[in-house]
C-alpha cells in the first residue's frame, strides 16, 4: 500500500512539462477569475467597506474594529451566494483540469469551464464534504466556546485543539471525493464521498506527508513578487500530484481498476 513520493511528484512534474499551453497561464487565468468574484462578493458583504473604514482609521491613529455590513440587501445576498457557487464550480473544472493533465490529455483554459457541465454535481460535492467535515469539527468547537464563556479564558481553545483530530481525519477521508464524482457520473455524491472514505482507509497519514513535502515551495511563494509568480506552477504541481495520487489509491483500492480518458463531464 506504500506510496512513492519521489516518483509520483516526478510524474506530475512530467505531466506538467509537457503540457500546451503552459499550465501557468491557466492557473494565471483560474486566480484572475478567482479574485475577481472574491471581490465581487467582498463588495457584496460589505467587506471592503469596512476594511477601508478600518485603513482609514488606523491612519488616524484611532484603531478599530468594523464589522462588515451587506450593502445590497437581499438582492446582495443572493447574488454573494450565486458568486460563491461559481467559485466552487470553478474549483471542480481546475480539478478536472488537473486530471487531464495527469492523464497528458490535451488541456487547456476551457477545462476550468467544464466544471458546469456538471453543475449541481459539482456545488454538492464542494458542499457535502465541507458541511461533514464542519459537523465533526463541532466535537471541538461547542466544548471550547462553552468553557472560554463560562470561565472567561481564551486558552482553552488551544487546550483543546486535539479535539480537532476527528475533523482533521474526515477532511483526509473525503479529499478524493471530487475526482471519484468525475470519474463515476453514475455515482451519487453521497456515494462519492463514502467511496473517497474507502479510498482513504490506512492512507490519511500517508497524504499527510505528501501535503507536508510541498512545505518548501510554500515558504518560497511566501517571497515577494518572485514567490507569488512561483506560486502559479506550484499550485498546478500540487493539484496534478493530486491527481495522480488519486489514480493510484484508486488503482489499489479498486483492483482492475482502469481510468477514463478524458475524466467524464
Given at each position: 500500500m506504500g506510496l512513492n513520493r519521489r516518483q509520483l511528484k516526478k510524474e506530475a512534474r512530467t505531466a506538467i512539462g509537457n503540457a500546451r499551453p503552459r499550465p501557468y497561464w491557466v492557473c494565471l487565468a483560474y486566480m484572475l477569475i478567482g479574485t475577481l468574484l472574491s471581490v465581487l462578493t467582498m463588495s457584496l458583504d460589505g467587506s471592503i467597506e469596512a476594511y477601508k473604514q478600518m485603513f482609514l482609521s488606523v491612519r488616524a491613529g484611532i484603531p478599530t474594529l468594523v464589522q462588515p455590513?451587506?450593502?445590497?440587501?437581499?438582492?446582495?445576498?443572493v447574488l454573494d451566494v450565486a458568486l460563491q457557487v461559481m467559485g466552487a464550480v470553478l474549483a471542480v473544472g481546475f480539478v478536472i483540469y488537473a486530471m487531464r493533465l495527469w492523464r497528458h490529455v490535451r488541456a487547456g483554459v476551457g477545462d476550468l469551464f467544464d466544471g458546469f457541465g456538471v453543475f449541481f454535481r459539482a456545488v454538492w460535492i464542494q458542499f457535502l464534504p465541507s458541511l461533514l467535515v464542519g459537523l465533526w469539527s463541532m466535537i471541538y468547537a461547542f466544548p471550547a466556546a462553552t468553557l472560554v464563556v463560562m470561565t472567561g479564558q481564551s486558552w482553552w481553545m488551544i487546550?483543546?485543539?486535539?479535539?480537532?483530530?476527528?475533523?482533521?481525519?474526515?477532511?483526509?477521508?473525503?479529499?478524493?471525493?471530487?475526482?471519484?464524482?468525475?470519474?463515476?457520473?453514475?455515482?451519487?455524491?453521497?456515494?462519492?464521498v463514502t467511496q473517497s472514505k474507502y479510498m482513504m482507509q490506512g492512507r490519511r497519514w500517508e497524504l499527510f506527508k505528501?501535503?507536508?513535502?510541498?512545505?518548501?515551495?510554500?515558504?518560497l511563494c511566501c517571497v515577494p513578487v518572485i514567490g507569488w509568480l512561483l506560486a502559479l506552477w506550484v499550485y498546478v504541481y500540487v493539484q496534478v500530484t493530486e491527481a495522480g495520487y488519486y489514480e493510484k489509491a484508486a488503482a489499489q483500492a479498486m483492483p482492475g481498476w482502469v481510468p477514463p480518458e478524458p475524466p467524464p463531464v
Open positions: 455590513r451587506p450593502v445590497a440587501g437581499a438582492m446582495g445576498w487546550a483543546l485543539l486535539p479535539l480537532m483530530a476527528p475533523a482533521i481525519m474526515a477532511a483526509y477521508s473525503y479529499r478524493l471525493a471530487a475526482y471519484v464524482m468525475l470519474d463515476h457520473p453514475e455515482m451519487g455524491c453521497f456515494q462519492c505528501l501535503d507536508m513535502s510541498f512545505l518548501g515551495w510554500a515558504l
